[in-house]
DNA sequence: GAAAATAGCACAAACGATTGTTCGGATTTT
DNA sequence: AAAATCCGAACAATCGTTTGTGCTATTTTC
């Protein structure tokens, strides 16, 4: 036993020798030299190796010998050759807008996390917000053979995501979505989020409340505008174009857009802002103008991020179920690629929830609102 | 012209219809297939769409006639035959700690768009500081053939990533490293980082420093924490193992040893977090005993997010230059895959900043530090 | 004791690309 | 008119797997 093994220590190195003679850089252990050092056929070492013993009747020393073998050989699968053959890659493409944004990087890790589990890595995407790279990402991520797709859309076109419905790709749309459009998508209720939002705003006796929208004609920002616009006219409050501005969900925008506001005739009493990031620049406008939070304006944010309750004022904000919508999302998109079209097309639309902090005033006593604090955590 | 123009397309539809009777779910356009309709073996096809027409004196009748064809039908390359063939999947590991870290997260921004801007894909991998899952994921990125590997390492082990580095890996090490290993490496001095922070504190009165400490034995704890201890000594402030408390980066750490030591007999007067998310723990903690920053604590933080100057106390905190970290990290793992093995390997450390903000208070005299707000923005 | 069954495995064709070599014929050269 | 040249492309091997089929002993069956 002792000799054997040396003898078959000493051959090893020989054949990795060999190997590295043809190209010093590298040369993986494939089936093939399994075969060649067992005697046996690529086919016989495939089967082994995939738990197929039994059902080809191959012999238990056989098998013991392949299985020893690929061990002592540290035989690693080559993923791209299985996926050429298999037509699958246990890849999905995960296309975000920024996975810098807290709530994507958030929703990013579960999805990265259940993924794993089950078996199937992420390529990750960025588009920047930018249409095109959309595009073009989305189209790498087909070339490169990816299972399946979860696609936080851009929004402002969509003929190249019903395409790859039309392909029967299977695909998950996540926070952003297209209404007309026969897919698997998980939102949360973005109007009744920022109907929520305003309300408690108006129930604290505001009336001038300005909204810093998002990218426009985007659903997250037309189903945020339109919760907006209803809780005015549900409680007869005249709409003033000049508060609703803004028209990207990053930083910038929320600061420029601040500013300006601040500066208007009749400012705002109260922001409601429909991004973390767009709070942000909120934030730093509101602090340089030398004023308060909620005593010189009260702000309601979207998006409850981590950090919400220790900001300057910590944030009245509405809450998205993040934890839900990645889970949902892999489980979906999973059950898509797995049923291979069979799945129904589920679209879910999930419950956001007001989380009451520190930011918004009650006009009418005067008093900040009460609230329990860190209520969320 | 228009006649065989409407030919061509009803041929091409008869041909999508007969790819799909075979199997309905889908069969993408391949180089055969564009061969089969042109009349040209697959060879030609092949070199027509790489550009090497001319090299191989393919006739520009045939080369306009296989573009327009493999324009028309929507060709697109299978990445992973071809990735099988050439060796090369044009796609890098990135293995982080956890994505939904800010700084992690922002990071992973910046390495995706360098990164694509150069042709390389990502795939994203969050080991969640466990270094089973971080081994796992390497050995999975190795069987997909990644091209190289940027890796933010739990930093408990060594051997696996030693294990890339002997097969001659394309590898850089990020943020944290392993000072004995001969790789590419992009780090920030966080032995130096810390010293400042500390220095600072001791400039501004305080005697009673505590050190919230991330996972030990790590080269990221282990640098911070001898930043810290030289300050001390190099200010003959003697070592109390009872304010060296910590041992995780997460946000639960910073919370539960806040709380602790906010108990103790001669409490800290000043707290140095390691990490973003310890120093969210210790503000609730802190928020939570009903303390204010920095009247009854001082707080300096390492990692200088977005959100630090919108805290409830904007933190003085030690900014790594994130932006850097990514850019260089990418070139060195490029340079390293393009050249393969002959680029020397390149150890980069670079320099942190302290950024003075309103979390520190002068225990001389009696008044907070005075420092440019938002400097840093 | 011959036919049939079974055990144990090998062969070879895919998957979709790339690439070194070959090959047929038109043109030019000798 | 034969040989050489060159043009334009086809052939076939290859990357590392998976898998349908085929083949040869040995064993079982009647």
Redesign the interface.
């Known amino acids: 036993m002792t000799t054997k093994s040396k003898y078959n220590i000493l051959h090893l190195s020989t054949k990795v020798c060999a190997k590295n003679k043809k190209n010093p850089?590298?040369l993986a252990i494939t089936l093939k030299d399994i075969a060649e050092k067992t005697n046996c056929s690529v086919s016989t070492v495939s089967r082994v190796l995939n738990n197929k013993s039994k059902e080809f009747r191959i012999s238990e020393e056989t098998e013991r010998l392949i299985l020893e073998t690929a061990r002592k050989l540290n035989y690693?699968?080559?993923?791209?050759?299985r996926?050429?053959r298999l037509k699958k890659?246990h890849?999905i493409g995960?296309v975000v807008p920024?996975?810098?944004?807290?709530f994507f990087?958030?929703v990013?890790?579960l999805i990265?996390?259940y993924a794993?589990n089950l078996g199937y890595?992420?390529?990750?995407?960025?588009t920047?917000e930018d249409i095109d790279l959309e595009i073009q990402?989305i189209?790498?991520?087909?070339?490169?053979?990816v299972d399946g797709y979860i696609i936080l859309p851009v929004g402002t076109k969509q003929e190249h995501i019903n395409e790859l419905l039309s392909?029967?790709?299977p695909l998950v749309l996540l926070d952003r979505i297209f209404h007309d459009m026969n897919t698997n998508a998980v939102v949360v209720d973005n109007k009744k989020g920022a109907y929520q939002a305003v309300k408690h705003l108006i129930d604290n006796g505001h009336k001038r409340i300005a909204i810093i929208q998002g990218l426009r004609n985007t659903s997250t920002n037309n189903a945020r505008l339109a919760g907006y616009l209803d809780a005015l006219k549900d409680n007869s409050i005249p709409i003033d174009e000049r508060l609703m501005v803004g028209n990207d969900f990053r930083?910038e925008n929320g600061y420029i857009e601040t500013k300006l506001l601040l500066k208007i005739d009749a400012p705002p009493t109260a922001i409601f802002t429909t991004s973390d990031l767009i709070t942000?620049g909120t934030?730093?406008a509101i602090?340089?103008e030398g004023k308060l939070i909620p005593r010189d304006v009260s702000v309601v944010a979207f998006d409850d991020i981590?950090?919400a309750?220790?900001?300057?004022a910590?944030l009245t904000s509405v809450r998205q179920p993040r934890d839900l919508m990645g889970q949902i999302a892999v489980k979906l998109l999973i059950d898509d690629i797995e049923s291979?079209?069979t799945s129904k097309k589920e679209k879910l639309v999930l419950d956001p929830k007001l989380i009451l902090r520190k930011s918004v005033m009650n006009l009418d006593s005067h008093k900040e609102e009460f609230s329990a604090?860190?209520s969320g955590?």
Do not use: F, W
């Open positions: 850089k590298e690693r699968p080559n993923e791209l050759a996926g050429l890659s890849t995960l920024d996975i810098s944004n807290p990087a958030y990013s890790h990265q996390r794993y890595s992420l390529v990750l995407c960025n920047d990402q189209e790498l991520l087909r070339r490169k053979g392909h029967n790709k930083k942000l934030l730093q602090a340089e981590d950090y309750p220790y900001l300057m910590p291979r079209g604090i860190y955590y």
